[in-house]
């Protein structure tokens, strides 16, 4: 069964760093992408990035472009999330997911508890 573990969220100042961490199960790996999104308390979710299996391609949200990154090891089964540059506005709880594809559009199919990220004071 598809079981996904997000952790590595924390409270941080704006202009740093952090990195998120999914952990996934053998079956949530076998599906064709894993993506993460993050919503915020009265905002809709919205999509951050997603990642493919080998060859990786990756796709991100433009309002995260060249700040964040994602990557996998599919040794570990695990797919981070790297976040640099924080800004006030990345504060949410965020969430890796299955996707049918890699896309901004695409629909997140099963997704875990989720990791909360705070910037600011």
């Known amino acids: 069964q598809v079981q996904l573990t997000e952790s590595g969220g924390a409270l941080v100042q704006p202009g740093e760093s952090l990195r998120l961490s999914c952990t996934a199960s053998?079956?949530?790996?076998?599906?064709?992408?894993i993506a993460w999104f993050r919503q915020a308390p009265g905002k809709e979710r919205e999509f951050v990035a997603c990642?493919?299996?080998?060859?990786?391609?990756?796709k991100l949200a433009d309002s995260v472009r060249g700040r964040f990154a994602i990557s996998r090891d599919n040794r570990k089964k695990t797919i981070y999330l790297q976040m640099n540059t924080l800004e006030p506005e990345d504060t949410a709880r965020y969430y890796c997911?299955?996707?049918?594809?890699?896309?901004?559009?695409?629909?997140?199919?099963?997704w875990g508890q989720g990791t909360q990220v705070t910037v600011g004071t």
């Open positions: 997911a299955t996707q049918n594809m890699c896309a901004e559009y695409a629909p997140f199919l099963s």
């Open positions: 053998e079956f949530a790996l076998n599906y064709h992408a």
């Open positions: 990642i493919t299996g080998s060859p990786a391609t990756t």
